[in-house]
């Protein structure tokens, strides 16, 4: 069996989702469809200017826990990487959803200032 990860399609004006593929699992030997052949699929991309559509293609299962709790994703037109809002537990009907980075990233990047903080604290040169 093979996995190939999403491809998520976006307006690249407004980054709101036009198609998402989702993982695709196949058992027999299966080429992936074409991104072409994606714009022949999908109703949102049929007839749409390929050039007017951002096209991320993920690793499977990459953010899957992200695209398990958010209630949305887009993609940010500036910078062309997904953001997703979550659940607010204290407001279970947010009036707009607030888009941010994936919280993996956010924590690799917590991680990161954490260990660059401790070295500071440590008196060792961050590298």
Do not use: H, W
């Amino acid at each position: 069996m093979e996995i190939f990860g999403r491809r998520i399609y976006a307006d690249k004006t407004t980054g709101v989702i036009l198609a998402n593929t989702g993982d695709l699992k196949v058992l027999d030997d299966f080429e992936r469809p074409s991104i072409e052949s994606d714009f022949q699929a999908f109703y949102n991309l049929i007839g749409r200017d390929p050039d007017s559509v951002i096209i991320l293609e993920l690793e499977p299962g990459q953010y899957a826990e992200e695209f398990a709790t958010c209630n949305g994703f887009r993609v940010n037109p500036e910078t062309q990487k997904l953001e997703f809002s979550y659940p607010d537990p204290n407001n279970p009907e947010p009036e707009q959803p607030v888009f941010q980075k994936p919280l993996t990233d956010q924590v690799e990047e917590l991680k990161q200032a954490v260990a660059e903080l401790t070295m500071l604290m440590a008196g060792v040169p961050a590298v």
